[in-house]
Protein backbone atom coordinates (compact mmCIF):
# COMPACT_ATOMS: atom_id res chain seq x y z
CA UNK A 1 0.00 0.00 0.00
CA UNK A 2 0.85 3.13 0.07
CA UNK A 3 3.23 4.89 2.52
CA UNK A 4 5.59 8.26 2.92
CA UNK A 5 8.84 7.79 5.14
CA UNK A 6 10.81 10.49 6.70
CA UNK A 7 13.52 10.16 9.21
CA UNK A 8 12.61 10.86 12.95
CA UNK A 9 15.30 13.66 13.99
CA UNK A 10 17.50 16.34 12.37
CA UNK A 11 20.04 18.55 14.27
CA UNK A 12 21.01 21.83 12.72
CA UNK A 13 22.75 25.31 13.86
CA UNK A 14 21.20 28.33 13.74
CA UNK A 15 22.29 29.90 10.46
CA UNK A 16 23.12 26.72 8.61
CA UNK A 17 20.68 25.16 5.95
CA UNK A 18 18.57 21.97 7.06
CA UNK A 19 17.05 19.47 4.23
CA UNK A 20 14.67 17.14 5.59
CA UNK A 21 14.21 14.15 3.17
CA UNK A 22 10.94 12.10 2.21
CA UNK A 23 10.17 9.33 0.56
CA UNK A 24 6.89 8.10 -0.94
CA UNK A 25 5.71 5.07 -2.62
CA UNK A 26 2.58 6.03 -5.17
CA UNK A 27 4.24 6.70 -8.18
CA UNK A 28 0.53 8.19 -8.92
CA UNK A 29 0.58 11.03 -6.52
CA UNK A 30 -0.37 14.34 -7.98
CA UNK A 31 0.56 16.39 -4.87
CA UNK A 32 3.06 16.52 -2.02
CA UNK A 33 3.25 18.77 0.26
CA UNK A 34 5.25 20.00 3.74
CA UNK A 35 3.85 20.74 6.87
CA UNK A 36 4.86 22.03 9.86
CA UNK A 37 3.63 21.87 13.22
CA UNK A 38 4.83 23.87 16.37
CA UNK A 39 4.05 22.42 20.35
CA UNK A 40 0.75 21.95 21.13
CA UNK A 41 -0.34 23.25 17.34
CA UNK A 42 -2.19 21.98 14.63
CA UNK A 43 -0.73 21.55 10.86
CA UNK A 44 -0.07 24.54 9.26
CA UNK A 45 0.79 24.24 5.60
CA UNK A 46 3.98 25.43 4.76
CA UNK A 47 3.98 24.47 0.35
CA UNK A 48 3.07 21.87 -1.93
CA UNK A 49 4.52 20.35 -5.33
CA UNK A 50 2.82 19.35 -8.13
CA UNK A 51 4.00 16.00 -10.07
CA UNK A 52 4.88 17.48 -13.19
CA UNK A 53 7.42 20.28 -11.19
CA UNK A 54 11.23 19.56 -10.33
CA UNK A 55 11.59 22.00 -7.62
CA UNK A 56 10.29 24.83 -6.40
CA UNK A 57 11.10 27.82 -4.27
CA UNK A 58 9.55 29.75 -1.68
CA UNK A 59 11.69 32.55 0.16
CA UNK A 60 14.06 30.67 2.06
CA UNK A 61 11.82 26.98 1.38
CA UNK A 62 13.13 24.83 -1.67
CA UNK A 63 11.10 22.18 -2.45
CA UNK A 64 12.97 19.46 -4.89
CA UNK A 65 11.09 16.57 -6.09
CA UNK A 66 12.89 13.08 -7.78
CA UNK A 67 9.92 11.14 -9.69
CA UNK A 68 12.57 8.57 -10.43
CA UNK A 69 13.20 7.70 -7.38
CA UNK A 70 10.04 8.84 -5.53
CA UNK A 71 12.12 11.59 -3.37
CA UNK A 72 10.82 14.66 -1.77
CA UNK A 73 13.53 17.42 0.03
CA UNK A 74 12.90 20.78 2.06
CA UNK A 75 15.44 22.69 2.87
CA UNK A 76 15.44 25.77 4.73
CA UNK A 77 17.94 28.01 4.23
CA UNK A 78 19.46 30.05 6.88
CA UNK A 79 17.63 27.83 9.94
CA UNK A 80 16.49 30.10 12.97
CA UNK A 81 15.14 28.85 15.85
CA UNK A 82 11.92 29.46 15.00
CA UNK A 83 12.26 26.88 12.61
CA UNK A 84 12.31 23.92 15.43
CA UNK A 85 9.16 22.04 14.74
CA UNK A 86 8.21 18.72 13.49
CA UNK A 87 7.85 18.62 9.10
CA UNK A 88 5.49 16.30 8.21
CA UNK A 89 5.88 14.78 4.51
CA UNK A 90 2.67 13.97 2.56
CA UNK A 91 1.24 12.83 -0.63
CA UNK A 92 -1.85 13.12 -2.48
CA UNK A 93 -3.30 11.30 -5.65
CA UNK A 94 -5.81 13.89 -5.78
CA UNK A 95 -9.63 13.72 -4.47
CA UNK A 96 -9.73 12.83 -0.58
CA UNK A 97 -6.89 10.46 0.18
CA UNK A 98 -3.64 12.13 1.37
CA UNK A 99 -0.84 9.80 3.13
CA UNK A 100 1.44 11.80 5.76
CA UNK A 101 4.86 10.82 7.51
CA UNK A 102 5.75 9.59 10.84
CA UNK A 103 7.17 13.81 11.26
CA UNK A 104 10.70 14.84 11.29
CA UNK A 105 11.57 16.61 14.58
CA UNK A 106 13.61 19.14 13.75
CA UNK A 107 15.90 20.95 15.88
CA UNK A 108 18.10 24.00 15.56
CA UNK A 109 20.83 24.69 18.36
CA UNK A 110 22.06 28.31 18.90
CA UNK B 1 -9.03 34.98 10.56
CA UNK B 2 -10.47 32.39 12.47
CA UNK B 3 -9.69 29.01 9.84
CA UNK B 4 -10.66 26.23 11.68
CA UNK B 5 -12.26 25.82 15.14
CA UNK B 6 -11.76 22.56 17.31
CA UNK B 7 -13.93 22.21 20.63
CA UNK B 8 -12.32 21.11 23.27
CA UNK B 9 -8.78 21.55 23.21
CA UNK B 10 -8.54 19.08 26.54
CA UNK B 11 -10.57 16.09 27.63
CA UNK B 12 -10.63 13.39 30.13
CA UNK B 13 -12.57 10.62 29.58
CA UNK B 14 -13.84 7.67 32.41
CA UNK B 15 -13.79 3.91 29.63
CA UNK B 16 -17.18 3.62 28.26
CA UNK B 17 -18.18 7.08 28.50
CA UNK B 18 -18.98 9.06 25.41
CA UNK B 19 -18.05 12.56 23.69
CA UNK B 20 -18.45 14.96 20.83
CA UNK B 21 -15.41 16.79 19.53
CA UNK B 22 -16.88 19.70 17.66
CA UNK B 23 -15.30 21.06 14.56
CA UNK B 24 -15.83 24.39 12.28
CA UNK B 25 -14.77 26.26 9.43
CA UNK B 26 -15.40 29.37 8.56
CA UNK B 27 -13.61 29.82 4.86
CA UNK B 28 -16.36 28.18 3.17
CA UNK B 29 -14.37 24.95 2.02
CA UNK B 30 -16.28 22.39 0.38
CA UNK B 31 -14.39 19.21 2.29
CA UNK B 32 -14.09 18.43 5.88
CA UNK B 33 -11.56 15.69 7.93
CA UNK B 34 -11.10 14.05 11.24
CA UNK B 35 -7.30 12.57 11.48
CA UNK B 36 -5.97 11.48 15.33
CA UNK B 37 -2.35 11.90 15.51
CA UNK B 38 -0.27 9.23 17.73
CA UNK B 39 3.59 9.32 18.42
CA UNK B 40 5.31 7.94 15.46
CA UNK B 41 2.51 7.23 13.28
CA UNK B 42 1.72 10.24 11.54
CA UNK B 43 -1.50 11.39 11.09
CA UNK B 44 -4.26 8.73 10.12
CA UNK B 45 -7.65 9.53 8.85
CA UNK B 46 -11.12 8.74 10.86
CA UNK B 47 -13.42 9.78 8.61
CA UNK B 48 -14.18 12.30 6.09
CA UNK B 49 -17.04 14.85 4.35
CA UNK B 50 -16.77 15.50 0.99
CA UNK B 51 -19.28 18.18 0.61
CA UNK B 52 -22.57 18.96 2.63
CA UNK B 53 -24.49 16.12 3.21
CA UNK B 54 -22.07 13.06 2.60
CA UNK B 55 -19.59 10.95 4.86
CA UNK B 56 -17.08 8.33 4.50
CA UNK B 57 -14.75 5.75 6.16
CA UNK B 58 -11.45 6.67 6.18
CA UNK B 59 -8.29 4.77 7.51
CA UNK B 60 -9.30 3.96 11.15
CA UNK B 61 -13.10 4.48 11.59
CA UNK B 62 -14.15 1.96 14.28
CA UNK B 63 -15.05 3.25 17.50
CA UNK B 64 -15.84 6.32 15.82
CA UNK B 65 -19.27 8.52 14.25
CA UNK B 66 -19.80 11.17 12.28
CA UNK B 67 -21.86 14.16 11.19
CA UNK B 68 -21.92 17.12 8.46
CA UNK B 69 -24.21 19.33 10.23
CA UNK B 70 -24.18 21.91 7.48
CA UNK B 71 -21.30 23.19 5.48
CA UNK B 72 -19.63 24.80 8.14
CA UNK B 73 -19.43 21.77 10.62
CA UNK B 74 -18.51 18.42 11.12
CA UNK B 75 -18.45 16.47 14.32
CA UNK B 76 -16.90 13.58 15.48
CA UNK B 77 -18.66 11.17 18.07
CA UNK B 78 -17.26 8.65 20.52
CA UNK B 79 -20.11 6.44 21.27
CA UNK B 80 -17.96 4.42 23.98
CA UNK B 81 -14.63 5.60 24.81
CA UNK B 82 -12.09 3.13 25.30
CA UNK B 83 -8.29 4.01 26.35
CA UNK B 84 -7.09 2.75 22.35
CA UNK B 85 -8.73 6.42 21.72
CA UNK B 86 -6.71 8.56 24.18
CA UNK B 87 -5.03 10.36 21.02
CA UNK B 88 -4.86 13.81 19.49
CA UNK B 89 -7.85 14.81 17.12
CA UNK B 90 -7.70 17.07 14.52
CA UNK B 91 -10.09 18.35 12.38
CA UNK B 92 -9.19 19.34 8.76
CA UNK B 93 -10.76 21.24 5.81
CA UNK B 94 -9.89 21.81 2.29
CA UNK B 95 -11.11 23.18 -1.15
CA UNK B 96 -11.07 20.19 -3.16
CA UNK B 97 -13.63 17.89 -4.47
CA UNK B 98 -13.71 14.52 -5.91
CA UNK B 99 -10.27 13.74 -8.72
CA UNK B 100 -9.78 17.45 -8.45
CA UNK B 101 -6.94 19.55 -7.33
CA UNK B 102 -5.81 19.48 -3.38
CA UNK B 103 -3.99 22.39 -2.43
CA UNK B 104 -3.51 21.14 1.05
CA UNK B 105 -5.74 21.31 4.39
CA UNK B 106 -6.11 23.89 6.78
CA UNK B 107 -6.10 22.59 10.25
CA UNK B 108 -7.00 22.99 14.13
CA UNK B 109 -5.68 22.88 16.59
CA UNK B 110 -6.48 20.02 17.80
CA UNK B 111 -8.20 17.89 20.42
CA UNK B 112 -6.05 16.14 23.33
CA UNK B 113 -7.98 13.69 24.24
CA UNK B 114 -7.16 10.91 27.58
CA UNK B 115 -9.47 8.06 27.99
CA UNK B 116 -8.63 6.45 31.26
Known amino acids: GEDVEQSLFLSVREGDSSVINCTYTDSSSTYLYWYKQEPGAGLQLLTYIFSNMDMKQDQRLTVLLNKKDKHLSLRIADTQTGDSAIYFC??????????FGAGTRLFVKA | NAGVTQTPKFQVLKTGQSMTLQCAQD?????MYWYRQDPGMGLRLIYY???????DKGEVPNGYNVSRLNKREFSLRLESAAPSQTSVYFC???????????????FGSGTRLTVV
Open chain 2, 49 to 55: SASEGTT
Open chain 2, 27 to 31: MNHNS
Open chain 1, 90 to 99: AESTGGFKTI
Open chain 2, 92 to 106: ASSEEGHKTANYGYT
